[in-house]
């Protein structure tokens, strides 16, 4: 779900990325998607597990170099790759990013 409907990528695109065929991956969006409708009608929880994905990716600048890069908030090192500075922003909420700020002061 998370390829086909929020990274937007086609059916063929997903299947290619997941190494399975097409049809396999169009049994498993249909399975899933059929699971969480019923979950939410039905008030059940949700349990999300398996794979290999990277969660909360942002788009940073560099406020000393300018320099714009993609990190995942799970990494540890919280600097400009390219200058190494401790000033970046995140591009997507015009500030610092409220994930970045924990976890630079240790929050």
Known sequence: MRLKDIEGLNQEECAER????RQTFQNIID????KVAM???????????????????CQFRC?????????NY???????????SGEIICEQRKGLCHRYRDRRHGK
Request: include cysteine.
């Open 74 to 84: 799970g990494q540890d090192r919280y600097a400009c790759p390219f200058c190494g």
């Open 31 to 34: 399975s899933a998607r059929k």
């Open 18 to 21: 997941m190494q399975i065929s």
């Open 39 to 57: 979950a939410l009608i039905q008030g059940n929880a949700i349990h999300i597990g398996g794979g290999n994905y990277i969660i909360g990716l």
């Open 63 to 71: 406020l000393n170099c300018g320099e714009i890069y993609n990190k």
